[in-house]
């Protein structure tokens, strides 16, 4: 039975491998490959993935992901990234 963590190291796998990963792909994906424990239904009615799921990932991730904001996706830090900010806009 997969973990959070499980789910958060394929979330940092797919970052990796992609250097964008979008939010809405992740979320679909998640359910799909996961199940429904790693997702809910958030207060706008939309499909979003579990906050002890984003904690583990940014356990995991540390400083060499940032989230942009613009895009709603992960991404590879980059050298010109503020490196104080986890979100990029």
Not at 2 to 9: G, N, S
Not at 23 to 47: C, H, M, P, S, W
Request: aromatic share 14%; glycine share 4%.
């Amino acid at each position: 039975m997969p973990t959070e963590k499980d789910v958060a190291q394929w979330m940092y796998q797919q970052v990796m491998k992609t250097s964008y990963f979008y939010q809405e792909i992740a979320v679909v994906n998640i359910k799909r490959f996961f199940g429904n424990d790693f997702v809910y239904t958030n207060e706008n009615g939309n499909l979003a993935i579990s906050p002890k799921v984003l904690r583990e990932f940014k356990k995991l991730t540390g400083d060499a992901v940032v989230w942009e904001r613009g895009d709603k996706c992960w991404r590879k830090r980059q050298h010109y990234d503020d490196s104080t900010k986890r979100i990029q806009d």
